[in-house]
């Protein structure tokens, strides 16, 4: 997968910087050793010590969501907008319909045993809700979701060990931090009989990459992101449109080389 770290400071540059061209207000989230090589960006850029645990990668999404206090639309750094694109929603906007239901079958299996008690825990979902790009204007919603990630998180850690037992006896790809973030959202949602503005209809994976292509939208989801024909498309792309930040971002990247050989 090459030099993810180095991968990921590249890509997270050319999202921003895509974004930059069509919205007037940005704000990226990072942690001090990022803030190093994308404090230049034409954008608010905000350095925060992040405590995550590897597993639950997404906590610094959360953290974003949680601190905003106004209408926003938060999306990953590993999406792309091409052309502009216009969030229209009511209260909640979605990416998509997570097609991929079986990432989180058997979580959902195990973090009910633990659940029954949860008022928004419905384990009868067959989809999630892609957050790939998500958005609030209900802000009292907004609230809800944190507070029941954090719910859903601590029942997590109370039954940490039952978990790991578990994940040992599973053959397959296994992300918590999904179910944490995605189908959290979906089973509030349904609980609350929110239906979400979904920026990119369909069922299935086809029909949701021809409209992506259409409005100009890419997400590269998983480890696609890293193979190494994305990263340099990813890098090529940045040093054709945007030269001055690429140069200054390898540059950083040369000069900390020399300082930590």
Known sequence: MGNKFEDTIYMTATSVLHSCLWYDTIKLYVDPIAYQYLSGLPCEVIKVDFDI???LWMESKLYAIKNEHEPFVHMDTDVFIKKPIE????KVIVERKDAAYYYYKNLITFFDQYCKDISFWNPEI?????????????????NEFVQCYTILKNVLREHRQAYESFKKGERGYLEVALLLEQYNLTSLLSYLRVQPNVLIPGDSKKEQSVYANQIGYTHLLGASKYHPKNVNKMKELLKTKFLSHYNKIKNKFEENSIINA
């Open 126 to 142: 067959p989809y999630a809700w892609s957050c790939g790009i998500i958005g609030f204007k209900d802000l009292r919603l907004k």
């Open 53 to 55: 645990d590897q597993e």
């Open 87 to 90: 969030f229209i929603f009511d």
